[in-house]
Protein backbone atom coordinates (compact mmCIF):
# COMPACT_ATOMS: atom_id res chain seq x y z
CA UNK A 1 0.00 0.00 0.00
CA UNK A 2 1.08 3.59 -0.73
CA UNK A 3 2.44 5.70 2.14
CA UNK A 4 0.23 8.24 0.92
CA UNK A 5 -3.47 7.67 1.78
CA UNK A 6 -6.42 9.69 1.83
CA UNK A 7 -8.83 10.11 4.64
CA UNK A 8 -10.95 8.05 2.77
CA UNK A 9 -8.33 5.07 2.87
CA UNK A 10 -7.27 5.54 6.05
CA UNK A 11 -9.46 3.17 8.97
CA UNK A 12 -8.34 1.51 12.28
CA UNK A 13 -6.55 -1.91 12.44
CA UNK A 14 -6.05 -4.80 14.95
CA UNK A 15 -8.66 -4.29 17.23
CA UNK A 16 -7.84 -7.15 18.93
CA UNK A 17 -4.21 -4.97 20.15
CA UNK A 18 -6.54 -2.03 21.99
CA UNK A 19 -6.82 -1.24 25.23
CA UNK A 20 -7.51 1.11 28.01
CA UNK A 21 -5.82 1.87 31.78
CA UNK A 22 -8.50 0.40 33.18
CA UNK A 23 -7.88 -2.54 31.00
CA UNK A 24 -4.20 -2.92 32.15
CA UNK A 25 -4.56 -1.66 36.02
CA UNK A 26 -4.17 -5.37 37.41
CA UNK A 27 -0.54 -5.79 37.01
CA UNK A 28 -0.70 -9.53 37.21
CA UNK A 29 -2.38 -9.52 34.15
CA UNK A 30 0.93 -8.69 32.15
CA UNK A 31 3.72 -9.91 34.61
CA UNK A 32 5.15 -13.22 34.73
CA UNK A 33 6.55 -14.11 37.91
CA UNK A 34 9.03 -16.23 37.41
CA UNK A 35 9.41 -19.79 39.82
CA UNK A 36 12.16 -21.31 41.69
CA UNK A 37 11.74 -24.08 39.01
CA UNK A 38 12.06 -21.37 36.04
CA UNK A 39 14.95 -19.87 37.40
CA UNK A 40 16.63 -23.01 38.28
CA UNK A 41 16.42 -23.74 34.56
CA UNK A 42 17.40 -20.40 33.54
CA UNK A 43 20.75 -20.84 36.20
CA UNK A 44 21.38 -24.15 34.20
CA UNK A 45 21.21 -22.88 30.82
CA UNK A 46 23.68 -20.00 31.77
CA UNK A 47 26.12 -23.24 32.65
CA UNK A 48 25.51 -24.28 29.51
CA UNK A 49 25.92 -21.37 28.04
CA UNK A 50 29.29 -20.54 29.45
CA UNK A 51 30.31 -24.51 28.14
CA UNK A 52 30.11 -22.88 24.78
CA UNK A 53 31.82 -19.65 24.94
CA UNK A 54 32.95 -16.93 26.85
CA UNK A 55 32.10 -14.17 25.08
CA UNK A 56 28.00 -13.14 25.76
CA UNK A 57 27.45 -12.05 22.44
CA UNK A 58 28.23 -14.98 20.78
CA UNK A 59 25.80 -17.08 22.74
CA UNK A 60 23.36 -18.70 20.10
CA UNK A 61 19.79 -19.49 21.20
CA UNK A 62 20.95 -23.22 20.93
CA UNK A 63 23.42 -22.80 23.85
CA UNK A 64 20.89 -21.31 25.77
CA UNK A 65 18.39 -24.24 26.12
CA UNK A 66 14.99 -23.55 27.66
CA UNK A 67 13.19 -26.67 27.77
CA UNK A 68 10.21 -25.02 29.85
CA UNK A 69 10.42 -21.61 29.74
CA UNK A 70 10.61 -21.72 26.07
CA UNK A 71 7.11 -22.08 25.79
CA UNK A 72 6.03 -19.47 28.34
CA UNK A 73 7.89 -17.02 26.22
CA UNK A 74 6.77 -18.21 22.77
CA UNK A 75 3.21 -17.11 24.36
CA UNK A 76 4.42 -13.78 25.77
CA UNK A 77 5.85 -13.40 21.92
CA UNK A 78 2.29 -14.01 20.81
CA UNK A 79 1.08 -11.49 23.37
CA UNK A 80 3.61 -8.53 22.06
CA UNK A 81 2.64 -9.29 18.57
CA UNK A 82 -0.85 -10.04 18.58
CA UNK A 83 -2.10 -8.69 22.04
CA UNK A 84 -1.78 -5.92 24.64
CA UNK A 85 1.77 -5.46 23.29
CA UNK A 86 3.83 -5.38 26.89
CA UNK A 87 4.52 -7.63 29.47
CA UNK A 88 7.03 -7.74 32.64
CA UNK A 89 9.19 -11.17 34.13
CA UNK A 90 9.84 -10.20 37.59
CA UNK A 91 11.72 -12.19 40.27
CA UNK A 92 15.65 -12.82 38.02
CA UNK A 93 17.68 -12.82 41.39
CA UNK A 94 20.27 -9.95 40.19
CA UNK A 95 21.84 -9.42 44.33
CA UNK A 96 23.00 -13.19 44.11
CA UNK A 97 23.56 -13.62 40.33
CA UNK A 98 25.67 -10.26 40.08
CA UNK A 99 25.07 -8.31 37.00
CA UNK A 100 27.09 -9.94 34.52
CA UNK A 101 25.49 -13.53 35.07
CA UNK A 102 22.12 -11.48 34.96
CA UNK A 103 23.03 -10.41 31.54
CA UNK A 104 24.08 -13.45 30.05
CA UNK A 105 20.80 -14.82 31.22
CA UNK A 106 18.50 -11.80 30.26
CA UNK A 107 20.54 -11.86 26.65
CA UNK A 108 19.48 -15.64 26.55
CA UNK A 109 15.83 -14.90 27.36
CA UNK A 110 15.92 -12.07 24.69
CA UNK A 111 17.31 -15.34 22.37
CA UNK A 112 14.03 -17.17 22.99
CA UNK A 113 12.05 -14.00 21.62
CA UNK A 114 14.07 -12.52 18.72
CA UNK A 115 17.09 -11.60 17.10
CA UNK A 116 19.09 -9.13 18.50
CA UNK A 117 19.73 -5.65 16.46
CA UNK A 118 22.59 -2.92 17.29
CA UNK A 119 21.36 0.18 19.18
CA UNK A 120 22.93 2.73 17.50
CA UNK A 121 26.08 3.25 15.51
CA UNK A 122 28.45 1.78 17.75
CA UNK A 123 27.23 -1.43 17.27
CA UNK A 124 25.97 -2.10 21.00
CA UNK A 125 23.97 -5.50 20.60
CA UNK A 126 23.10 -5.45 24.73
CA UNK A 127 23.08 -1.63 25.68
CA UNK A 128 22.98 0.41 28.88
CA UNK A 129 20.50 2.55 29.88
CA UNK A 130 21.84 5.09 32.85
CA UNK A 131 23.42 8.50 33.41
CA UNK A 132 26.14 8.62 30.38
CA UNK A 133 26.52 12.16 31.25
CA UNK A 134 24.65 13.50 28.40
CA UNK A 135 22.30 16.72 28.58
CA UNK A 136 18.92 17.10 27.09
CA UNK A 137 19.89 20.06 25.10
CA UNK A 138 22.97 17.58 23.23
CA UNK A 139 22.12 16.94 19.83
CA UNK A 140 23.72 13.93 19.71
CA UNK A 141 21.85 12.62 23.22
CA UNK A 142 19.66 9.91 22.86
CA UNK A 143 17.15 8.72 25.61
CA UNK A 144 18.99 5.82 26.98
CA UNK A 145 21.98 8.08 27.40
CA UNK A 146 20.66 10.89 29.88
CA UNK A 147 20.53 10.68 33.43
CA UNK A 148 17.43 11.74 35.69
CA UNK A 149 15.05 14.34 33.16
CA UNK A 150 11.77 12.47 32.21
CA UNK A 151 11.48 10.74 28.60
CA UNK A 152 8.39 11.94 26.64
CA UNK A 153 6.92 9.02 24.95
CA UNK A 154 8.53 7.20 21.62
CA UNK A 155 9.63 3.80 19.81
CA UNK A 156 12.53 2.13 19.11
CA UNK A 157 14.10 1.09 16.03
CA UNK A 158 13.33 -2.40 16.36
CA UNK A 159 10.50 -5.02 16.68
CA UNK A 160 10.90 -5.44 20.30
CA UNK A 161 12.79 -3.55 22.94
CA UNK A 162 13.66 -5.01 26.12
CA UNK A 163 14.71 -3.73 29.35
CA UNK A 164 16.72 -5.12 32.62
CA UNK A 165 16.69 -3.49 35.72
CA UNK A 166 19.66 -4.13 37.45
CA UNK A 167 19.53 -1.13 39.96
CA UNK A 168 16.40 1.47 40.10
CA UNK A 169 18.06 3.92 41.19
CA UNK A 170 17.51 5.70 44.91
CA UNK A 171 13.64 6.65 43.62
CA UNK A 172 11.03 7.58 40.43
CA UNK A 173 11.59 6.41 37.05
CA UNK A 174 8.54 4.32 36.37
CA UNK A 175 8.27 3.13 33.51
CA UNK A 176 5.03 4.81 30.67
CA UNK A 177 3.82 2.80 27.82
CA UNK A 178 0.51 4.03 26.03
CA UNK A 179 -1.26 1.93 23.33
CA UNK A 180 0.08 3.87 20.24
CA UNK A 181 -2.57 1.73 18.40
CA UNK A 182 -5.53 2.84 19.92
CA UNK A 183 -4.23 5.84 19.43
CA UNK A 184 -4.16 5.24 15.79
CA UNK A 185 -7.76 4.20 15.77
CA UNK A 186 -9.00 7.10 17.96
CA UNK A 187 -7.40 9.49 15.42
CA UNK A 188 -9.26 7.52 12.20
CA UNK A 189 -11.95 7.93 13.58
CA UNK A 190 -12.11 11.17 14.60
CA UNK A 191 -9.69 13.01 12.55
CA UNK A 192 -9.12 11.02 9.48
CA UNK A 193 -7.30 13.54 7.48
CA UNK A 194 -5.15 14.23 10.27
CA UNK A 195 -4.67 10.52 10.23
CA UNK A 196 -3.84 10.31 6.79
CA UNK A 197 -0.98 13.01 7.11
CA UNK A 198 0.99 10.65 9.78
CA UNK A 199 1.08 7.97 6.84
CA UNK A 200 3.54 9.99 4.84
CA UNK A 201 7.08 10.49 5.75
CA UNK A 202 7.99 12.32 8.77
CA UNK A 203 12.43 13.51 8.39
CA UNK A 204 14.01 12.50 11.66
CA UNK A 205 17.32 13.67 12.96
CA UNK A 206 20.39 10.90 13.19
CA UNK A 207 21.93 12.26 16.08
CA UNK A 208 24.88 12.72 14.35
CA UNK A 209 24.76 8.77 14.04
CA UNK A 210 24.36 8.51 9.91
CA UNK A 211 26.53 6.44 7.71
CA UNK A 212 29.73 8.13 6.68
CA UNK A 213 28.75 11.12 3.99
CA UNK A 214 24.74 10.47 4.14
CA UNK A 215 22.49 12.89 5.35
CA UNK A 216 21.96 13.90 9.07
CA UNK A 217 18.35 13.17 8.80
CA UNK A 218 16.10 9.76 6.88
CA UNK A 219 12.39 9.73 6.48
CA UNK A 220 9.89 7.36 7.77
CA UNK A 221 6.27 7.62 8.27
CA UNK A 222 4.07 7.67 12.04
CA UNK A 223 2.05 4.89 10.19
CA UNK A 224 2.64 2.05 8.34
CA UNK A 225 0.13 -0.40 7.25
CA UNK A 226 0.56 -4.28 5.85
CA UNK A 227 -2.16 -6.14 4.83
CA UNK A 228 -4.39 -5.88 8.47
CA UNK A 229 -1.11 -4.68 10.57
CA UNK A 230 -0.26 -1.46 11.63
CA UNK A 231 3.46 -0.44 12.28
CA UNK A 232 4.16 2.59 14.27
CA UNK A 233 7.33 4.59 14.30
CA UNK A 234 6.76 8.04 16.24
CA UNK A 235 9.49 9.66 17.77
CA UNK A 236 8.16 13.30 17.59
CA UNK A 237 11.83 14.57 19.95
CA UNK A 238 13.75 12.93 16.93
CA UNK A 239 11.33 14.61 14.39
CA UNK A 240 11.33 17.84 15.65
CA UNK A 241 14.98 17.98 16.26
CA UNK A 242 15.55 17.55 12.40
CA UNK A 243 14.43 20.59 11.60
CA UNK A 244 17.86 21.85 13.00
CA UNK A 245 19.15 20.82 9.72
CA UNK A 246 18.64 23.40 7.11
CA UNK A 247 18.40 20.91 4.60
CA UNK A 248 15.83 19.05 6.53
CA UNK A 249 12.35 19.32 4.72
CA UNK A 250 10.32 21.61 7.02
CA UNK A 251 7.57 20.24 8.69
CA UNK A 252 4.05 21.69 7.18
CA UNK A 253 1.67 23.30 9.86
CA UNK A 254 -0.71 20.14 8.72
CA UNK A 255 2.27 17.96 9.68
CA UNK A 256 2.76 19.77 13.22
CA UNK A 257 -0.93 19.58 13.84
CA UNK A 258 -1.55 16.01 13.31
CA UNK A 259 1.34 15.25 15.14
CA UNK A 260 -0.09 17.70 17.76
CA UNK A 261 -3.53 15.64 17.39
CA UNK A 262 -1.64 12.12 18.21
CA UNK A 263 -0.10 13.10 20.85
CA UNK A 264 -2.45 14.29 22.61
CA UNK A 265 -4.07 10.97 22.36
CA UNK A 266 -0.82 9.04 23.31
CA UNK A 267 -0.44 11.41 26.16
CA UNK A 268 -4.15 10.74 27.87
CA UNK A 269 -3.98 8.80 31.23
CA UNK A 270 -6.75 6.84 29.77
CA UNK A 271 -4.89 5.41 27.01
CA UNK A 272 -1.72 4.45 29.26
CA UNK A 273 -0.17 2.64 31.92
CA UNK A 274 2.83 3.22 35.31
CA UNK A 275 4.93 0.47 35.37
CA UNK A 276 7.72 0.54 38.21
CA UNK A 277 11.32 -1.75 38.15
CA UNK A 278 12.76 -4.03 40.69
CA UNK A 279 15.98 -4.94 40.07
CA UNK A 280 15.42 -8.62 38.12
CA UNK A 281 12.60 -7.05 36.18
CA UNK A 282 12.84 -7.51 32.63
CA UNK A 283 10.23 -5.28 30.46
CA UNK A 284 9.23 -5.93 26.78
CA UNK A 285 7.64 -4.32 24.56
CA UNK A 286 6.15 -4.10 21.01
CA UNK A 287 7.28 -0.68 19.27
CA UNK A 288 4.99 -1.18 16.46
CA UNK A 289 2.05 -0.87 19.16
CA UNK A 290 3.22 0.83 22.33
CA UNK A 291 5.15 3.59 22.94
CA UNK A 292 7.13 4.28 26.03
CA UNK A 293 8.78 6.50 27.90
CA UNK A 294 9.66 7.39 31.95
CA UNK A 295 8.91 9.54 34.44
CA UNK A 296 12.20 11.35 36.52
CA UNK A 297 14.47 10.13 38.83
CA UNK A 298 17.15 10.26 41.40
CA UNK A 299 20.66 8.57 41.42
CA UNK A 300 22.82 9.01 44.46
CA UNK A 301 26.24 7.62 42.87
CA UNK A 302 27.56 8.11 46.87
CA UNK A 303 25.09 5.59 48.04
CA UNK A 304 26.38 3.51 45.02
CA UNK A 305 22.48 3.63 44.00
CA UNK A 306 22.42 4.09 40.34
CA UNK A 307 20.05 3.46 38.47
CA UNK A 308 21.08 1.24 35.87
CA UNK A 309 18.74 -0.68 32.78
CA UNK A 310 20.20 -3.75 30.03
CA UNK A 311 18.62 -2.96 27.00
CA UNK A 312 18.23 -5.07 23.73
CA UNK A 313 16.24 -4.47 20.58
CA UNK A 314 14.96 -7.64 19.02
CA UNK A 315 13.31 -8.79 15.47
CA UNK A 316 11.17 -11.03 16.61
CA UNK A 317 10.16 -14.32 14.20
CA UNK A 318 6.74 -14.14 15.28
CA UNK A 319 6.58 -11.21 12.05
CA UNK A 320 7.58 -12.88 8.60
CA UNK A 321 9.13 -11.09 6.25
CA UNK A 322 6.04 -11.25 4.48
CA UNK A 323 4.33 -9.70 7.38
CA UNK A 324 6.18 -6.13 7.07
CA UNK A 325 6.43 -3.02 5.21
CA UNK A 326 9.49 -3.10 2.98
CA UNK A 327 11.00 -0.56 5.49
CA UNK A 328 10.86 -3.24 8.40
CA UNK A 329 12.27 -6.54 6.25
CA UNK A 330 15.49 -4.80 7.44
CA UNK A 331 17.42 -2.16 9.22
CA UNK A 332 16.35 0.49 6.45
CA UNK A 333 17.94 3.75 7.31
CA UNK A 334 19.83 2.27 10.30
CA UNK A 335 21.49 -0.88 8.54
CA UNK A 336 24.79 0.39 8.47
CA UNK A 337 24.90 0.24 12.33
CA UNK A 338 25.12 -3.71 11.73
CA UNK A 339 28.74 -3.31 10.50
CA UNK A 340 30.04 -3.62 14.68
CA UNK A 341 29.03 -6.05 16.92
CA UNK A 342 29.30 -4.90 20.28
CA UNK A 343 28.29 -4.38 23.84
CA UNK A 344 28.06 -1.56 26.31
Known sequence: MSDTLTSTEVAPLERQAEWRASDVADPTVWTHQL???????????LAEARTHTDELLDVEKEHFPLP????????????????????????LPVDRLGSEDASWIYWGIGLHLGVPWPQNHKGHLLGDVKDQGK?????????????????????DGSDLVGLLCLDPGVSGGASLISN?????NLLVESEPELAAILYSGLPYDYRGEQAAGDKPYYHVPAFSRKGDRLFVRYIPQFVLASQRHEAAPRLTEQQRAAMKAYTALVEDPDHRVEMTFEPGDMQFVNNYHVLHGRKPYTDSAAE??????????LATEVLSEDDRPDRFRARGALAHWASKRTRA
Not at 68 to 83: F, K, P, Q, R, Y
Not at 304 to 310: A, M
Open 180 to 184: ALLCH
Open 304 to 313: GRVRWLKRLW
Open 68 to 91: TLSHVLAGLADELINGRGFQRISG
Open 135 to 155: ALDDPTARGNEIGGAGLGFHS
Open 35 to 45: SVVEIAELEEA
